[in-house]
């Protein structure tokens, strides 16, 4: 098992720049987070899916962010147009049934993906 | 609104010393608590998991506890080695929309042990 895949591990751009952030859950995992993490905020949760049907989108930002999930092996997170207080490492997550009343079913983090906007 | 606090935000000790990380939250509707450990450059990885109708859990040098009527826990670490500085944060799972789950992390503490 390859884990969470995350793309690119590493992105610069420049402000106004489009970025897409990409991540491929682990077989047969059908709940996915995007969380984002910077020094002065830690870890905010941006969105989630549970098969593929966004759930919670209240922790996205701004209308500049959005997330997509068309299948169940492939998410991306777009920022559009991007700013420099957008710089962060960008997680993704992806879990088993991550329902509120079951058991144990942990969340597999992903390497995250640091993102620069100048 | 959930709000997760971990206390102190960073700690310095010298090898071999015992430890205790501190994390509380506001709401005590919670299904559970994890700590994860994060190293330098890396995603987390899930060391420990306390149900809510547990008190503690242990793993080797690690023990956690759980007090959620008073909304908190610890991470007690023992005999601390240099390869456990890292970045270690505290998760609680509450109820998302529906019958899902999420979990809201602090903002962690970040242990360096000296050799």
């Known amino acids: 098992d390859a884990g969470v895949i995350q793309s690119p591990r590493h992105e610069v751009t420049e402000m106004g720049q489009e970025v897409t952030l990409r991540c491929k859950p682990i077989?047969?995992?059908?709940?996915l987070f995007w969380y984002r993490q910077t020094m002065m905020r830690g870890l905010e949760l941006l969105i989630y899916?549970?098969?593929?049907?966004?759930?919670?989108d209240s922790g996205m930002p701004e209308d500049r962010f959005s997330a997509k999930m068309p299948n169940a092996s492939f998410s991306t997170l777009k920022i559009q147009p991007s700013e420099p207080r957008d710089s962060a490492v960008y997680f993704c997550?992806?879990?088993?049934?991550?329902?509120?009343?079951?058991?144990?079913?942990?969340?597999?983090f992903g390497n995250g993906t640091r993102l620069t906007v100048t | 609104k959930q709000e997760v606090t971990q206390i102190p935000a960073a700690l310095s000790v010298p090898e071999g010393e015992n430890l205790v990380l501190n994390c509380s939250f506001t709401?005590?509707?919670?299904?559970?608590l994890q700590w994860f450990r994060q190293d330098p450059g890396k995603g987390l990885t899930s060391l420990l998991l306390?149900?809510?109708?547990?008190r503690e859990q242990t793993s080797g040098r690690l023990n956690a506890s759980l007090d959620k009527s008073s909304g908190r826990s610890t991470l007690y670490i023992a005999a601390s080695q240099p390869g456990d500085s890292a970045t270690y944060l505290c998760?609680?799972?509450?109820?998302?929309?529906?019958?899902?789950?999420?979990?809201?992390f602090g903002q962690g503490t970040t242990l360096q042990v000296k050799p």
């Open positions: 709401d005590s509707a919670i299904y559970n």
């Open positions: 899916f549970n098969n593929n049907v966004p759930i919670d």
């Open positions: 997550a992806s879990s088993f049934e991550f329902m509120w009343d079951r058991g144990f079913s942990p969340l597999h």
């Open positions: 998760a609680v799972k509450v109820r998302g929309s529906g019958n899902t789950g999420k979990l809201i």
């Open positions: 306390i149900q809510s109708s547990q």
């Open positions: 077989s047969g995992h059908n709940s």
